[in-house]
């Protein structure tokens, strides 16, 4: 049993885009882990993901309507592995909270040296490249966990 979460600023488009796509690949491969988002700001508690990251999930076989956006928290340290951040900012601000080395530890870039792109302020164009890098690095985390 493994326990991932994805982390992003609002929690509406990036990381359930992550979450969406990590849940997808265990699901198909068997595998008994845990997967969750939550984002740095307190924006969009309680919302849906933002309409584009629905539709580009859903162009790729892949439902995230059930997740909710919920705010990063201390205890997220206790309760997951690997703690996935989108950029450098998220990486900060989630590090910020870490109460010890242990904690630290668990915090990284999804993709090694490189920030996936936060696509709101943009076009359907952003959603699509932010899936496949998403997409292409979490087929190669699932086997490196
Ligand atoms: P996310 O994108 O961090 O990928 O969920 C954003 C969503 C909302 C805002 C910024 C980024 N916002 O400023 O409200």
């Keep these: 049993m493994k326990f991932v979460l994805l982390v992003c600023l609002g929690n509406i488009c990036r990381s359930p ?15 008994d882990w845990h997967i969750d ?11 849906l993901p933002d309409p584009r990251s629905v539709s580009e999930a859903k162009r790729n076989g892949i439902d995230i309507t059930y997740q909710r956006a919920r705010q990063f928290q201390v205890d997220d340290f ?10 450098e900012d998220n990486y900060l601000n ?6 010890n080395q242990t904690d630290l530890d668990k915090v990284q870039l999804i993709i090694p040296g490189q920030e996936v792109p936060d696509p ?4 359907d164009e952003g ?10 690095r979490i087929s190669v985390l699932l086997n490196q966990l």
């Design 17 to 31: 885009l992550a979450h969406g796509i990590f849940q997808h690949l265990v699901n198909q491969n068997g595998l």
């Design 37 to 47: 988002s939550a984002g740095t700001g307190d924006w969009h508690i309680g919302k």
């Design 78 to 87: 206790n309760n997951f592995d690997h703690i996935f951040v989108m950029d």
């Design 94 to 99: 989630v590090s910020d909270l870490a109460r």
């Design 120 to 123: 709101y302020f943009g076009g």
């Design 127 to 136: 959603f699509q490249q932010v899936f496949s890098m998403l997409h292409d």
